[in-house]
């Protein structure tokens, strides 16, 4: 039996976001702050795509975390929250400005003590990372034509039972195009591979932009 899927228009996806949880003056303050950076604002991760990954962090182990991409710092908010207390979230970020005003953001919402940041090339982060099963979460928020190149760097890395997830794997719906753009075409290039990587279990979830999980056995 096929069941026709809800068409999530701009009114009911508001809905949504409205109805998730946890939205505090903390976040909200980081909301309004990249809402004044104009057309940059579409970095930050989705209200209710942030609830979802503190919901994933709070019912797996929640122990070591790593963010790839971290922007003004909302979704690592919520990572962090997600942790236990002892917790900690390793932030990767490419631009110093943008990792300041992360640090500023996470400190404000009073779980910086579980956050480290380092500056610079993401990949770069990760491969200096010791070969070994570590982290139980991992988000991959970056540079689009690298995600191929963050999903092998970090599966080495985690755990048994780790998730790896991916955000905008929809692309604003040019995943489906047949002449994709460099960086729709590493993302169409992931989301099949993913599909049938027996490395993995992975499922892809119609929220936001699109967010993929890659389950580590």
């Known amino acids: 039996m096929s069941i026709e899927p809800t068409r999530i228009d701009s009114e009911l996806a508001e809905?949504?976001?409205?109805?998730?949880?946890?939205?505090?003056?903390?976040?909200?303050?980081?909301?309004d702050e990249t809402a004044a950076m104009g057309d940059l604002q579409t970095m930050q991760t989705a209200p209710e795509q942030a609830a979802f990954l503190e919901?994933?962090?709070?019912?797996?182990?929640?122990?070591?975390?790593?963010?790839?991409?971290?922007?003004?710092?909302?979704?690592?908010?919520?990572i962090a929250r997600g942790l236990a207390d002892d917790g900690t979230l390793l932030c990767c970020e490419l631009d110093p400005e943008r990792a300041e005003v992360a640090r500023r953001n996470v400190d404000r919402a009073g779980v910086g003590e579980k956050v480290e940041f380092r500056v610079g090339p993401a990949i770069e982060t990760i491969r200096?990372?010791?070969?070994?099963?570590?982290?139980?979460?991992a988000y991959?928020?970056?540079?689009?034509?690298?995600?191929?190149?963050?999903?092998?760097?970090?599966?080495?890395?985690?755990?048994p039972g780790g998730l790896i997830t991916?955000?905008?794997?929809?692309?604003?719906?040019?995943?489906?195009?047949?002449?994709?753009?460099?960086?729709?075409?590493?993302?169409?290039?992931?989301n099949d591979l993913l599909v049938d990587d027996a490395r993995v279990d992975s499922v892809m979830l119609g929220m936001a932009d699109g967010l993929s999980l890659a389950r580590v056995p």
């Open 15 to 31: 809905y949504v976001r409205e109805h998730a949880s946890g939205r505090d003056e903390a976040l909200r303050l980081v909301e």
């Open 55 to 78: 919901m994933l962090v709070k019912l797996g182990r929640g122990r070591r975390a790593i963010e790839v991409g971290t922007f003004t710092g909302y979704g690592a908010i919520r």
């Open 128 to 137: 200096a990372l010791p070969e070994e099963p570590t982290y139980d979460f």
């Open 140 to 159: 991959v928020d970056a540079d689009k034509t690298g995600y191929p190149d963050y999903y092998e760097a970090l599966l080495p890395r985690m755990s």
């Open 166 to 190: 991916f955000d905008n794997v929809l692309m604003g719906g040019r995943i489906l195009d047949a002449d994709p753009d460099e960086g729709t075409a590493a993302m169409q290039g992931l």
